[in-house]
């Protein structure tokens, strides 16, 4: 089956450049989640995106920015790179099935950035 | 606002072991219940889940059972390999597409 498809998987920037990163979810999934891992820490919540719209918003700085298109895909665009925002980088997806449901979220295998 | 608390790693087991990972969560509502594992530099897999009071999430002999009194979704697993080192994340989502919310993670070594 299928799974959510990020790129790049690995890259490194010097401080101060920007940084895509890109996200295609499961086919048919109309939600996109970006999370944050820092070394040994859990997943922090960024931002996520229902329909194209964002619908949740969580600890992504103002450096940040993302957006989903019309075909579902997602970037993650990041100015400004700090060392500190040296992190494994998670988008998932999920399909909304309602207020009441147990929506499933899968993760992508991540993309790591190193800032130097 | 929600919340998930796990007992804290690192746990070290023999292989053969009986293995529990307690997880407490904290929420308003009907929260659906999940544990992801991160195997050594790879990304999130879900692992099993529970989306009500009762309910019971197994997967490859791992199983937790979603308990409203004690709002508690322990992991566990009857006899743990070697291959079952990872990071196992228990975590929750209040309603719908909401973000998950994640434990802390408790590291899981063992040793043949």
């Known amino acids: 089956a299928a799974g959510v498809i990020q790129s790049p998987r690995h890259l490194i920037k010097e401080k101060r450049e920007t940084a895509t990163l890109k996200c295609y979810p499961i086919p048919r999934h109309d939600t996109v989640y970006w999370y944050q891992q820092g070394p040994g820490q859990d997943p922090q919540f960024l931002i996520s995106?229902?329909?194209?719209?964002?619908?949740d918003k969580g600890s992504i700085p103002d450096r940040f920015s993302a957006q989903q298109f019309s075909d579902y895909h997602s970037e993650l665009n990041m100015s400004s790179l700090e060392l500190g925002d040296s992190a494994l980088y998670f988008c998932?997806?999920?399909?909304?099935?309602?207020?009441?449901?147990?929506?499933?979220?899968?993760f992508g295998e991540g993309s790591w950035l190193t800032v130097v | 606002g929600n919340s998930v608390t796990q007992m804290e790693g690192p746990v070290t087991l023999s292989e053969e072991a009986f293995l529990t990972i307690n997880c407490t969560y904290t929420a308003t509502g009907y929260p659906s219940l999940f544990w992801y594992v991160q195997y050594p530099g790879e990304g999130l897999q879900l692992l099993l889940k529970a989306t009500k009071a009762d309910d019971k999430g197994s997967n490859k002999g791992f199983e937790a059972t979603y308990r409203k009194e004690t709002t508690s979704f322990h992991l566990e697993k009857g006899s743990v390999q070697v291959s079952d080192s990872a990071v196992y994340f228990c975590a929750l989502s209040d309603r719908g597409n909401t973000p998950l919310v994640f434990g802390k993670g408790t590291r899981l070594s063992v040793i043949a």
């Open positions: 995106f229902y329909e194209k719209m964002q619908s």
């Open positions: 998932a997806s999920s399909l909304d099935l309602g207020p009441f449901s147990g929506n499933t979220i899968y």
